[in-house]
Nanobody
Framework: QVQLVESGGGLVQAGGSLRLSCAAS????????MGWYRQAPGKRRELVAT???????NYADSVKGRFTISRDNAKNTVYLQMNSLKPEDTAVYLC??????????????WGQGTQVTVSS
């Protein structure tokens, strides 16, 4: 009974900013890596950014210098601050987390996604 729920998507003009949130809930013992992925129409899903339990981030080259990933382990939440948005950033953004339930090892979970649309 683990679920991830994203929020914060919407419509923004090029050059604007959005902040995405993803909260994990349920029978959670601990969470290892968390990350954000995106999928645009007609394209395959791609990695945007990941962050380790200790807070070490990794970014796709296309978003370096513009996006910042962070997390609050006490709240089981990961964030994605998106600045200087471009039309090419338009996609459904999905949250991913490696979650350990009580008495079990880690397995991956996905949220349902939140739409980000950047207009020119």
């Amino acid at each position: 009974q683990v679920q991830l729920v994203e929020s914060g998507g919407g419509l923004v003009q090029a050059g604007g900013s959005l902040r995405l949130s993803c909260a994990a809930s349920g029978s959670i013992f601990s969470i290892n890596d968390m990350g954000w992925y995106r999928q645009a129409p007609g394209k395959r899903r791609e990695l945007v950014a990941t962050i380790t339990r200790g807070g070490v981030p990794n970014y796709a080259d296309s978003v370096k210098g513009r996006f910042t990933i962070s997390r609050d382990n006490a709240k089981n939440t990961v964030y994605l601050q998106m600045n200087s948005l471009k039309p090419e950033d338009t996609a459904v953004y999905l949250c991913n987390a490696e979650v350990a339930k009580y008495g079990l090892g880690y397995t991956g979970y996905w949220g349902q996604g939140t739409q980000v649309t950047v207009s020119s």
